[in-house]
């Protein structure tokens, strides 16, 4: 089936360490996106990108870098530069012909200890 | 992209329809309405959209008013699997907002038995 795979599903680290979260798409979609969420609250656009090789910022890209090597594939990394990382991280994916009809995983939940 | 205003809460008896408003006063013409819900601690999940017509799928039915201010997201016969936080979303569609999509705090809605 496809689908798109987040994980771990869970994942703690420890204050001023880097960590990656994995986002892996096999509905041959063209752009992926990187969505955080707080408790209670909407989902803010972290990154996106559009093509293999190419990423832009989003509202809140502040302490986060991406890659894009790949098209299934669009990692998060979270640095230790991101004042607040504890939250829950949504990935998604769309074709480029319809860019809002988004796909979202199931999310990985992260907290910094 | 126009800001959406939806009510925080709404309930729905099983069975019956569920009738979720939005207030997009600010909408500009080539601005599409879009819905999608989220289940708790799952990714959001895509529903429908429109530009003025009314628009149905299998999942929903999409009312949008003739000044397109405001629009009324149905489902028909609500289940208890319908709970779940809706949003109302305003954006421009194909590469003009490339994907960026903004996310409020929705509505909850809640199926009772």
């Known amino acids: 089936d496809g689908g798109i795979t987040q994980s771990p599903k869970y994942l703690f680290r420890k204050e001023g360490q880097n960590v990656t979260l994995s986002c892996e798409q096999n509905?041959?979609?063209?752009?992926m996106y990187w969505y955080r969420q707080d408790p209670g609250q909407g989902l803010r656009l972290i990154y996106y990108s559009q093509i293999v090789n190419d990423f832009q910022k989003g509202d809140i890209a502040e302490g986060y870098s991406v890659s894009r090597e790949k098209k299934e594939s669009f990692p998060l990394t979270v640095t230790s530069a991101q004042k607040n990382p504890t939250a829950f991280y949504l990935c998604a994916s769309s074709y480029r012909e319809s860019y809002n009809e988004q796909f979202f995983g199931p999310g990985t939940r992260l907290t910094v200890l | 992209d126009a800001k959406t205003t939806q009510p925080p809460s709404m309930d729905c008896a099983e069975g019956r329809a569920a009738n979720l408003p939005c207030n997009h006063s600010?909408?500009?013409?080539?601005?599409?309405v879009y819905w999608y819900r989220q289940i708790h601690s799952q990714g959001p999940q895509y529903i429908i959209h429109g530009l003025k017509n009314n628009e149905t799928n299998e999942m929903a039915s999409l009312i949008i008013t003739e000044d397109r201010k405001s629009s009324t997201l149905i489902l028909p016969h609500a289940t208890l699997r319908d709970t779940a936080v809706y949003y109302c979303i305003v954006a421009g569609a194909g590469g003009t907002s490339y994907g960026k999509l903004t996310f409020g705090q929705g509505t909850i809605l809640t199926v009772h038995p």
């Open positions: 509905l041959n979609h063209d752009a």
């Open positions: 600010t909408i500009s013409g080539n601005e599409y």
